[in-house]
T-cell receptor, first 111, second 113 residues
Framework: SQTIHQWPATLVQPVGSPLSLECTVE??????LYWYRQAAGRGLQLLFY??????ISSEVPQNLSASRPQDRQFILSSKKLLLSDSGFYLC??????????FGSGTQLSVL | EDQVTQSPEALRLQEGESSSLNCSYT??????LFWYRQDPGKGPEFLFT???AGEEKEKERLKATLTKKESFLHITAPKPEDSATYLC??????????????FGKGTLLTVNP
């Protein structure tokens, strides 16, 4: 069966510090991978998606970036965090039409 | 641009009191409409996919229906364990957006015993 791992679960970072969140999927090959952010009152916002190694599509212009160095690995990064980067970050992979499987999420607080 | 609007934002029910959640959408060529359930501090969990107007799906106390403009999630005789945020999402069937889902802000459902 397929599983998705996301870490860390919580993170507190100062403004201006770097960020690296990692997500890995097991039990499937060449999955479509996604990074979403959920902020209070704003719902789930798609940040990046990837349909293959090295293929990244950005949905929202911001100081975040994503990379897919391996087939089942998806990384979200920032060189300098802003206060507005705080939120609940979710990694997901898609099976079939619209069926997303989400990781357990990372609660990021930028102070 | 695809848009999804959910109402109400929050709903409080007594155990056993049936009700419905609404999801209205605009999308260029609907490929699918999806309902997810999200518990606090966790990632959303898939519930249903609806593909065309008139389609219905059921799971335990939940039934999802679809028209050309909106979807309803009917909750029959809810129990406290049905308390969660329910999210609606759409996937377009054309252009570069057919890999991604657009989500609504969700309805926070609280069922009191």
């Amino acid at each position: 069966s397929q599983t998705i791992h996301q870490w860390p679960a919580t993170l507190v970072q100062p403004v201006g510090s770097p960020l690296s969140l990692e997500c890995t999927v097991e039990g499937t090959s060449n999955p479509n991978l996604y990074w979403y952010r959920q902020a209070a009152g704003r719902g789930l916002q798609l940040l990046f998606y990837s349909v293959g190694i090295g293929q990244i599509s950005s949905e929202v212009p911001q100081n975040l970036s994503a990379s897919r160095p391996q087939d089942r690995q998806f990384i979200l990064s920032s060189k300098k965090l802003l206060l507005s980067d705080s939120g609940f970050y979710l990694c997901a992979w898609m099976r079939g039409v619209g069926k997303l499987f989400f990781g357990s999420g990372t609660q990021l607080s930028v102070l | 641009e695809d848009q999804v609007t959910q109402s109400p934002e929050a709903l409080r029910l007594q155990e056993g009191e049936s009700s419905s959640l609404n999801c209205s959408y605009t999308v260029s060529g609907l490929r699918g409409l999806f309902w997810y359930r999200q518990d606090p501090g966790k990632g959303p969990e898939f519930l249903f996919t609806l593909y065309s107007a008139g389609e219905e799906k059921e799971k335990e106390r939940l039934k999802a229906t679809l028209t050309k403009k909106e979807s309803f999630l009917h909750i029959t005789a809810p129990k406290p364990e049905d308390s969660a945020t329910y999210l609606c999402a759409v996937q377009a069937g054309s252009g570069g957006s057919n890999y991604k889902l657009t989500f609504g802000k969700g309805t926070l459902l609280t069922v009191n015993p």
